[in-house]
């Protein structure tokens, strides 16, 4: 039978441009503490809602709800508060930097501090997570020092990656944080190989992989997930989907389709789908899925629900491409400010507490850069030039030792 | 050594050398499509499984992408890969795999991870296996600094070859010439069909050895030009060198990352003529690399220009396999052409 009109191409667009209101409603949020908690042990088959569901733990109020509420000791929460603020006020100095032309490139994890912090924190030291680049909380939940991350971005002589990478494409083994890099989706697998080696070796180091909501479109993706599936690989696949990437918002992955934590179910995997600015409900999950592995069931796929307050990097302008106040719109608020009331109203913070943090934390941050200046910005210094040559292959082959002289170095 | 020699196949020399590297070392882990226990399609992994158990020697979903990234996670983790891509013309799509994430491991994260991974793959024409079962992408790989890329040409190469890049830190292709896994072919099709029984190269040591990459093997010593080949060329070549009646001196590369750079020099130096034989297409072919380097080194000692021998630059075709593929003749016209000079 013959469609008369013929057919009609769908190009996916935003709620709303420059201007305009947004409209989240797509996301089908659920409130605090109405998401089931099944046994960590349930067959992932019957577990297929729980993709369509929210867990989300803090409410309205400030207060910790429903089954999925964690028990956390407020020592822990305060250092997962002390890393956010760490992050955000790194970031914004480092993004300055740039813009003082003191580096070639910065991206800021703004808004979504809460996902790295709090797994970092309940992740074990032997563990080891695969990166995106909007996860520098890990590393500051890890007490990384300040200056390391100076002296990668400035690209300088003490640089720990040898001035060979791009700012922020970090890389430290020690602190469980695989090498970082600017492609998407390829490190995916190597978490699932890497903790495919954990099982087989009888180890129990788990493996986390992060991918944004853009790199759900990656063929790579969907190959991890069936190796994952298919090998029952001890590891977490997280998804931080905060809804933007670059200029292209979550339809173009099919996001208004289905939540992305469905893809979990084609595979037989459990995916949960969490509130991303709720530092409870990323540890519950996390612990859960955590746990899950331990009792080696395998992979847990979890989308975390989030929002990129700021620009992709330091080379986009995002009021060109969708309304300036957007972040205000968001409905899961900003997860410093969520978990900070929490601690206000557990009583084990205060306002007066938390400027003082915000003052220390501001200093300490100053007072790194001032220190990763006094080593060198990008272009006045930089590592002895023969570090180029190194580490192409564990032993340089003729090439690189003729090279090498060739260019006097 | 362990044990003594028995003569294999360079299929059952490859077979030879897992099972070593397995029973040797538990960090090996061998897997594939089809490879667990079915044993491969061309049979390389044959009786692996069941020697060595479910967890050493697997099959995989039949996604590149996939099986190369685990191998590299595998290889981050501590553990020694040896992955096998069915054809190596299916290892396109883990390309950005190999290029972007196995070969600049160790140089982005300023050595804290590398990838000591294996790839093994059947490579190259000669079965009547149409384009998708006959390339030779070796250019493709040559081209991504950090990756090594190593053809052998016979039994005992392969399995001494196959066992140094298990050993190796280094991300390697492996490329086993599927023309002559069970047999030499000096590429005249119409002729009585070898196999590796009696050749000197298929008396295969049963235990642990190592033949090292980067060095190059003078196959056949000669003082009047340079043949420079590699994998089933090899052989093809020596037909041809004796087909034109040239004493040419044939350089079996056997490794072409790292290369032999010193025996390509001396040699030319020596003869003063270069002849370079390969399968793949010729233009921006590994040969073209092999001409410079020569052109740059030899330059005064060179008395006739460089010739290459190519596949030609057509897609790998299925009935006329015998005329894209070099022969033994159209290299004996290009040894007598460089005479001539």
């Given at each position: 039978m013959r469609n008369d009109r013929g057919f009609s191409l769908h190009i996916p667009e935003p709620s709303a441009r420059p201007g305009g209101v947004p409209d989240f409603s797509h996301l089908h949020l659920e409130p605090a503490g109405a998401a089931r908690r099944p046994q960590a042990e349930t067959p992932g088959l019957e577990m297929r809602d729980?993709?369509?569901?929210?867990?989300?733990?803090?409410?309205?109020?400030?207060?910790?709800?429903?089954?999925?509420?964690?028990?956390?000791?407020?020592?822990?929460?305060?250092?997962?508060?002390?890393?956010?603020?760490?992050?955000?006020?790194?970031?914004?100095?480092?993004?300055?930097?740039?813009?003082?032309?003191?580096?070639?490139?910065?991206?800021?994890?703004?808004?979504?501090?809460?996902?790295?912090?709090?797994?970092?924190?309940?992740?074990?030291?032997?563990?080891?997570?695969?990166?995106?680049?909007?996860?520098?909380?890990?590393?500051?939940?890890?007490?990384?020092?300040?200056?390391?991350?100076?002296?990668?971005?400035?690209?300088?002589?003490?640089?720990?990656?040898?001035?060979?990478?791009?700012?922020?494409?970090?890389?430290?083994?020690?602190?469980?944080?695989?090498?970082?890099s600017g492609n998407l989706g390829s490190r995916m697998s190597h978490a699932v190989g890497w903790a495919m080696a954990s099982a087989y070796k009888g180890d129990d180091s788990l493996a986390l992989a992060y991918v944004g909501d853009?790199?759900?479109?990656?063929?790579?993706?969907?190959?991890?997930?069936?190796?994952?599936?298919?090998?029952?690989?001890?590891?977490?696949?997280?998804?931080?989907?905060?809804?933007?990437?670059?200029?292209?918002?979550?339809?173009?992955?099919?996001?208004?389709?289905?939540?992305?934590?469905?893809?979990?179910?084609?595979?037989?995997?459990?995916?949960?789908?969490?509130?991303?600015?709720?530092?409870?409900?990323?540890?519950?999950?996390?612990?859960?899925?955590?746990?899950?592995?331990?009792?080696?069931?395998?992979?847990?796929?979890?989308?975390?629900?989030?929002?990129r307050v700021a620009g992709h990097s330091t080379s986009d302008d995002?009021?060109?491409?969708?309304?300036?106040?957007?972040?205000?719109?968001?409905?899961?608020?900003?997860?410093?400010?969520?978990?900070?009331?929490?601690?206000?109203?557990?009583?084990?913070?205060?306002?007066?507490?938390?400027?003082?943090?915000?003052?220390?934390?501001?200093?300490?941050?100053?007072?790194?850069?001032?220190?990763?200046?006094?080593?060198?910005?990008?272009?006045?210094?930089?590592?002895?030039?023969?570090?180029?040559?190194?580490?192409?292959?564990?032993?340089?082959?003729?090439?690189?030792?003729?090279?090498?002289?060739?260019?006097?170095? | 050594m362990a044990g003594g020699t028995r003569s294999m196949t360079m299929i059952q020399a490859i077979n030879s050398a897992l099972d070593v590297m397995l029973a040797r070392d538990p960090d090996v882990l061998v897997f594939g499509e089809d490879v667990g226990y079915f044993g491969g399609v061309f049979r390389a992994t044959e009786g692996l499984q069941a020697r060595h158990g479910l967890t050493r020697c697997f099959d995989t979903p039949i996604a590149e992408g996939g099986i190369i990234g685990c191998a590299i996670g595998m290889g981050a983790y501590g553990l020694r890969p040896v992955a096998e891509i069915q054809f190596v013309d299916y290892i396109l799509p883990a390309y950005d795999q190999l290029v972007s994430e196995a070969a600049r491991l160790r140089y982005r994260s300023g050595g804290e991870f590398s990838a000591p991974i294996t790839v093994r793959s059947p490579y190259g024409g000669g079965i009547f296996g149409g384009q998708t079962h006959s390339q030779s992408p070796e250019a493709l790989f040559a081209h991504v600094t950090g990756l090594k890329t190593i053809i052998p040409s016979n039994p005992y190469d392969a399995k001494g070859l196959l066992i140094a890049s298990i050993e190796d830190d280094d991300p390697v292709i492996f490329m086993e010439p599927k023309r002559i896994y069970n047999g030499p072919f000096n590429g005249r099709q119409g002729e009585q069909l070898r196999n590796w029984a009696g050749d000197p190269t298929a008396q295969v040591p049963e235990g642990h050895y190592t033949v090292p990459l980067g060095k190059a093997a003078i196959v056949r010593a000669g003082k009047d030009a340079t043949v420079l080949a590699y994998g089933t060329m090899v052989h093809v070549a020596m037909a041809g060198i004796e087909e034109s009646g040239v004493d040419a001196e044939l350089i079996d590369l056997r490794s072409i990352v790292p290369l032999d750079i010193e025996a390509i020099t001396a040699s030319v130096a020596r003869t003063g003529r270069c002849v370079i034989l390969h399968e793949a297409t010729r233009f921006a072919g590994f040969g073209g690399e092999l001409s410079a380097l020569v052109q740059e080194r030899c330059f005064w000692a060179l008395k006739a220009p460089i010739a290459r021998v190519a596949g030609w630059d057509t897609p790998y075709p299925h009935a006329f396999e015998m005329d894209y593929l070099p022969g033994p003749s159209r290299l004996a016209a290009a040894l007598a052409r460089v005479m001539e000079d």
């Amino acid at each position: 039978m013959r469609n008369d009109r013929g057919f009609s191409l769908h190009i996916p667009e935003p709620s709303a441009r420059p201007g305009g209101v947004p409209d989240f409603s797509h996301l089908h949020l659920e409130p605090a503490g109405a998401a089931r908690r099944p046994q960590a042990e349930t067959p992932g088959l019957e577990m297929r809602d729980m993709p369509y569901r929210f867990i989300r733990v803090l409410d309205e109020a400030h207060q910790a709800t429903g089954p999925w509420t964690p028990r956390i000791a407020p020592e822990i929460l305060l250092r997962g508060l002390r890393a956010m603020m760490l992050t955000r006020i790194f970031d914004d100095r480092l993004f300055r930097a740039h813009r003082q032309g003191k580096t070639s490139f910065y991206m800021k994890s703004t808004g979504e501090e809460a996902i790295p912090i709090a797994q970092s924190l309940l992740l074990g030291a032997r563990d080891m997570c695969f990166p995106t680049y909007r996860v520098l909380g890990w590393l500051m939940a890890r007490d990384y020092p300040l200056i390391d991350l100076v002296n990668q971005i400035f690209s300088n002589e003490a640089d720990p990656l040898r001035g060979r990478q791009l700012p922020i494409l970090y890389s430290a083994r020690d602190y469980g944080f695989y090498s970082l890099s600017g492609n998407l989706g390829s490190r995916m697998s190597h978490a699932v190989g890497w903790a495919m080696a954990s099982a087989y070796k009888g180890d129990d180091s788990l493996a986390l992989a992060y991918v944004g909501d853009g790199t759900t479109a990656e063929g790579d993706f969907h190959e991890a997930l069936t190796f994952a599936s298919v090998y029952r690989a001890p590891v977490l696949l997280c998804i931080t989907n905060n809804q933007w990437a670059i200029s292209s918002f979550s339809g173009f992955v099919g996001a208004q389709e289905a939540p992305l934590a469905s893809r979990a179910i084609g595979f037989g995997l459990p995916g949960l789908r969490v509130d991303g600015n709720d530092f409870l409900a990323i540890w519950a999950a996390t612990q859960w899925a955590v746990e899950r592995a331990r009792a080696n069931l395998g992979p847990t796929l979890i989308e975390f629900v989030t929002y990129r307050v700021a620009g992709h990097s330091t080379s986009d302008d995002p009021t060109k491409y969708r309304p300036g106040d957007e972040a205000n719109h968001f409905p899961l608020g900003d997860p410093v400010e969520r978990l900070k009331q929490h601690l206000i109203a557990l009583g084990a913070w205060d306002e007066a507490r938390h400027a003082a943090l915000t003052e220390e934390l501001d200093q300490t941050v100053r007072a790194a850069v001032k220190q990763g200046e006094a080593v060198g910005t990008l272009g006045k210094s930089k590592p002895p030039v023969r570090e180029m040559f190194e580490h192409v292959f564990a032993t340089p082959d003729w090439r690189l030792v003729e090279q090498r002289r060739e260019l006097g170095v | 050594m362990a044990g003594g020699t028995r003569s294999m196949t360079m299929i059952q020399a490859i077979n030879s050398a897992l099972d070593v590297m397995l029973a040797r070392d538990p960090d090996v882990l061998v897997f594939g499509e089809d490879v667990g226990y079915f044993g491969g399609v061309f049979r390389a992994t044959e009786g692996l499984q069941a020697r060595h158990g479910l967890t050493r020697c697997f099959d995989t979903p039949i996604a590149e992408g996939g099986i190369i990234g685990c191998a590299i996670g595998m290889g981050a983790y501590g553990l020694r890969p040896v992955a096998e891509i069915q054809f190596v013309d299916y290892i396109l799509p883990a390309y950005d795999q190999l290029v972007s994430e196995a070969a600049r491991l160790r140089y982005r994260s300023g050595g804290e991870f590398s990838a000591p991974i294996t790839v093994r793959s059947p490579y190259g024409g000669g079965i009547f296996g149409g384009q998708t079962h006959s390339q030779s992408p070796e250019a493709l790989f040559a081209h991504v600094t950090g990756l090594k890329t190593i053809i052998p040409s016979n039994p005992y190469d392969a399995k001494g070859l196959l066992i140094a890049s298990i050993e190796d830190d280094d991300p390697v292709i492996f490329m086993e010439p599927k023309r002559i896994y069970n047999g030499p072919f000096n590429g005249r099709q119409g002729e009585q069909l070898r196999n590796w029984a009696g050749d000197p190269t298929a008396q295969v040591p049963e235990g642990h050895y190592t033949v090292p990459l980067g060095k190059a093997a003078i196959v056949r010593a000669g003082k009047d030009a340079t043949v420079l080949a590699y994998g089933t060329m090899v052989h093809v070549a020596m037909a041809g060198i004796e087909e034109s009646g040239v004493d040419a001196e044939l350089i079996d590369l056997r490794s072409i990352v790292p290369l032999d750079i010193e025996a390509i020099t001396a040699s030319v130096a020596r003869t003063g003529r270069c002849v370079i034989l390969h399968e793949a297409t010729r233009f921006a072919g590994f040969g073209g690399e092999l001409s410079a380097l020569v052109q740059e080194r030899c330059f005064w000692a060179l008395k006739a220009p460089i010739a290459r021998v190519a596949g030609w630059d057509t897609p790998y075709p299925h009935a006329f396999e015998m005329d894209y593929l070099p022969g033994p003749s159209r290299l004996a016209a290009a040894l007598a052409r460089v005479m001539e000079d």
